[in-house]
Protein backbone atom coordinates (compact mmCIF):
# COMPACT_ATOMS: atom_id res chain seq x y z
CA UNK A 1 0.00 0.00 0.00
CA UNK A 2 1.14 3.72 -0.56
CA UNK A 3 -0.27 6.26 1.26
CA UNK A 4 -0.33 10.14 -0.61
CA UNK A 5 -0.49 13.40 1.45
CA UNK A 6 -0.61 16.28 -0.45
CA UNK A 7 0.21 19.96 0.67
CA UNK A 8 0.57 23.48 -0.69
CA UNK A 9 -3.14 24.09 -1.70
CA UNK A 10 -4.46 27.73 -0.39
CA UNK A 11 -5.77 30.90 -2.03
CA UNK A 12 -3.79 33.15 -4.57
CA UNK A 13 -4.44 35.97 -6.46
CA UNK A 14 -4.90 35.20 -10.19
CA UNK A 15 -1.32 35.88 -11.53
CA UNK A 16 0.13 34.14 -8.65
CA UNK A 17 1.77 31.00 -8.35
CA UNK A 18 1.32 27.65 -5.12
CA UNK A 19 3.55 25.12 -5.20
CA UNK A 20 1.98 21.92 -4.27
CA UNK A 21 3.32 18.91 -2.58
CA UNK A 22 2.88 14.99 -2.13
CA UNK A 23 4.80 13.10 0.07
CA UNK A 24 4.29 9.43 -0.36
CA UNK A 25 4.79 6.34 2.62
CA UNK A 26 4.22 3.15 2.75
CA UNK A 27 5.74 0.98 -0.45
CA UNK A 28 8.77 2.42 -2.06
CA UNK A 29 7.93 5.45 -3.99
CA UNK A 30 10.27 4.65 -7.19
CA UNK A 31 8.86 2.47 -9.32
CA UNK A 32 5.25 3.86 -8.95
CA UNK A 33 4.19 6.62 -11.60
CA UNK A 34 2.73 9.42 -11.11
CA UNK A 35 0.21 12.42 -11.32
CA UNK A 36 -1.29 15.40 -10.41
CA UNK A 37 -5.35 15.40 -11.44
CA UNK A 38 -8.03 18.18 -10.22
CA UNK A 39 -11.49 18.40 -9.67
CA UNK A 40 -13.38 21.92 -9.96
CA UNK A 41 -16.60 22.28 -8.46
CA UNK A 42 -19.53 20.25 -10.31
CA UNK A 43 -16.76 18.52 -12.86
CA UNK A 44 -15.32 15.47 -13.78
CA UNK A 45 -12.03 15.10 -12.20
CA UNK A 46 -9.12 15.80 -14.72
CA UNK A 47 -5.69 14.95 -15.81
CA UNK A 48 -3.55 18.16 -15.04
CA UNK A 49 0.26 16.25 -14.88
CA UNK A 50 2.27 13.12 -14.85
CA UNK A 51 5.60 11.57 -14.64
CA UNK A 52 7.40 8.63 -15.08
CA UNK A 53 8.69 6.02 -12.78
CA UNK A 54 12.19 7.45 -13.78
CA UNK A 55 11.34 10.94 -13.53
CA UNK A 56 13.13 11.50 -16.95
CA UNK A 57 9.64 11.92 -19.09
CA UNK A 58 6.67 14.22 -17.96
CA UNK A 59 3.17 15.19 -19.72
CA UNK A 60 0.98 18.33 -18.81
CA UNK A 61 -2.19 19.03 -19.98
CA UNK A 62 -3.13 21.57 -22.58
CA UNK A 63 -4.92 23.61 -20.05
CA UNK A 64 -1.45 23.85 -18.09
CA UNK A 65 1.35 23.90 -20.44
CA UNK A 66 4.03 26.55 -19.86
CA UNK A 67 2.57 27.44 -16.93
CA UNK A 68 2.74 24.09 -14.46
CA UNK A 69 5.54 21.99 -13.57
CA UNK A 70 5.77 18.24 -12.27
CA UNK A 71 9.02 16.96 -10.66
CA UNK A 72 9.51 14.08 -8.41
CA UNK A 73 12.38 13.23 -5.78
CA UNK A 74 12.71 9.39 -5.55
CA UNK A 75 15.44 9.79 -2.21
CA UNK A 76 12.84 11.84 -0.61
CA UNK A 77 9.65 10.27 -1.62
CA UNK A 78 8.09 13.71 -3.08
CA UNK A 79 6.40 14.30 -5.70
CA UNK A 80 5.93 18.36 -6.77
CA UNK A 81 3.44 20.44 -8.84
CA UNK A 82 4.55 24.03 -9.58
CA UNK A 83 1.90 26.03 -10.67
CA UNK A 84 2.94 30.06 -11.89
CA UNK A 85 0.54 32.37 -13.93
CA UNK A 86 -2.46 30.72 -11.86
CA UNK A 87 -6.14 31.40 -13.63
CA UNK A 88 -9.45 31.39 -11.90
CA UNK A 89 -9.97 28.31 -13.80
CA UNK A 90 -7.44 26.89 -12.05
CA UNK A 91 -9.45 26.89 -8.92
CA UNK A 92 -10.07 23.11 -7.88
CA UNK A 93 -8.82 20.63 -5.57
CA UNK A 94 -5.91 18.64 -6.67
CA UNK A 95 -5.20 15.36 -6.14
CA UNK A 96 -1.81 13.58 -6.21
CA UNK A 97 -1.83 9.91 -7.05
CA UNK A 98 0.43 6.79 -8.20
CA UNK A 99 0.38 3.96 -9.65
CA UNK A 100 0.33 0.11 -9.04
CA UNK A 101 4.43 -0.75 -8.52
CA UNK A 102 5.98 -1.26 -12.30
CA UNK A 103 8.10 -3.88 -12.65
CA UNK A 104 11.01 -2.18 -14.19
CA UNK A 105 11.87 1.54 -14.70
CA UNK A 106 10.38 3.32 -17.52
CA UNK A 107 10.08 6.38 -19.13
CA UNK A 108 6.35 5.75 -19.70
CA UNK A 109 4.00 7.98 -17.89
CA UNK A 110 0.19 8.00 -17.45
CA UNK A 111 -2.86 10.72 -18.21
CA UNK A 112 -5.59 8.12 -17.27
CA UNK A 113 -7.51 8.06 -14.02
CA UNK A 114 -8.12 4.75 -14.36
CA UNK A 115 -3.97 4.08 -14.72
CA UNK A 116 -3.72 5.05 -11.37
CA UNK A 117 -4.11 2.83 -7.78
CA UNK A 118 -3.44 5.10 -5.10
CA UNK A 119 -5.16 8.52 -4.76
CA UNK A 120 -4.67 11.73 -2.07
CA UNK A 121 -6.88 13.21 0.02
CA UNK A 122 -6.64 16.06 -2.01
CA UNK A 123 -5.49 20.09 -1.60
CA UNK A 124 -7.82 23.47 -2.00
CA UNK A 125 -6.20 25.84 -4.62
CA UNK A 126 -8.65 28.54 -4.72
CA UNK A 127 -7.58 31.73 -7.36
CA UNK A 128 -9.43 34.62 -6.89
CA UNK A 129 -9.96 37.39 -9.73
Known amino acids: QVQLVESGGGLVQAGGSLRLSCTAS????????MGWFRQAPGKEREFVAA????????DVADSVKGRFTISGDNAKNTLTLQMNSLKPEDTAVYYC??????????????????????WGQGTQVTVSS
Open 51 to 58: ISNIGGST
Open 97 to 118: AATAPQRFYSRSYYTGLNEYDY
Open 26 to 33: GRTFSRHA
